[in-house]
């Protein structure tokens, strides 16, 4: 199976903007749909980005995922950071089993 | 409003059996066309896929875990369960439970909160 890697940590303050990548290491990042999930302290996780590109209903158009094929990578950018943005965020994706990306955490400050 | 909800030990002593249970609430479970599936995440590091089970008792498990793990389905209930047998402390972690969306078995939408089970070394 190929791994995905995310930096551990980023951070950014309020109201700027802030890009997490998810590398794969072998095979073609767009030959399987990128997911991005949103763990915060206290509530459950939620998915903030599935199949590459798409948001689910009630996530705010300030999260946005796309895909760079040269780079073999996805990536997650959240625009307009809020506090409340601060969080750990997981990339995934499927190999010959579910791959999860080994996370990073966003500060906002 | 799905909800899903993960129940058990908080403890488990080594070699003992770890077993878990999710609560679904807000749609039947029962000839779904959702795969139903834990998850984990040990103390400071990565999430972890441990296998799914689908409508029917369709199972699929982590080839690392699979040799140890049961998941099954129970629609009377409207739950799932896990079990993992002859534990370790390696086996310490946050466990939850999730629903992928419809025929699809790698995109979770919705998610437990989670439980953690500590396996004392």
């Known amino acids: 199976n190929f791994v995905l890697t995310q930096p551990p940590s980023v951070s950014e303050s309020p109201g700027k903007t802030v890009t997490i990548s998810c590398t794969r290491s072998s095979g073609t990042i767009a030959s399987k749909y990128v997911q991005w999930y949103q763990f915060r302290p206290g509530s459950p996780p939620t998915t903030v980005i599935y199949e590459d590109n798409h948001r689910p209903s009630g996530v705010p158009d300030r999260f946005s995922g796309s895909i760079d094929s040269s780079a073999n990578s996805a990536s997650l950018t959240i625009s307009g950071l809020k506090t409340e943005d601060e969080a750990d965020y997981f990339c995934q994706s499927f190999g010959s089993s579910v791959v999860f990306g080994g996370g990073t955490r966003l500060t906002v400050l | 409003q799905l909800q899903l909800q993960e129940s058990g030990p908080g403890l488990v002593k080594p070699s003992e059996t770890l077993s878990l249970t999710c609560s679904v609430s807000?749609?039947?479970?029962?000839?779904?066309?959702?795969?139903y599936t834990w998850i984990r995440q040990p103390p400071g590091k990565g999430l972890e896929w441990i296998g799914n089970v689908f409508d029917g008792g369709y199972t699929s498990y982590n080839p690392s875990l699979k040799s140890r793990l049961t998941i099954s389905i129970d629609t009377s209930e409207n739950q799932f369960s896990l079990k993992l047998t002859s534990v370790t402390a390696a086996d310490t972690a946050v466990y939850y439970c999730?629903?992928?969306?419809?025929?699809?078995?790698?995109?979770?939408?919705?998610w437990g909160r989670g439980t953690l089970v500590t396996v004392p070394s």
């Open positions: 807000g749609d039947s479970i029962s000839h779904s066309r959702h795969y």
């Open positions: 999730a629903r992928t969306a419809e025929w699809e078995v790698a995109e979770f939408r919705s």
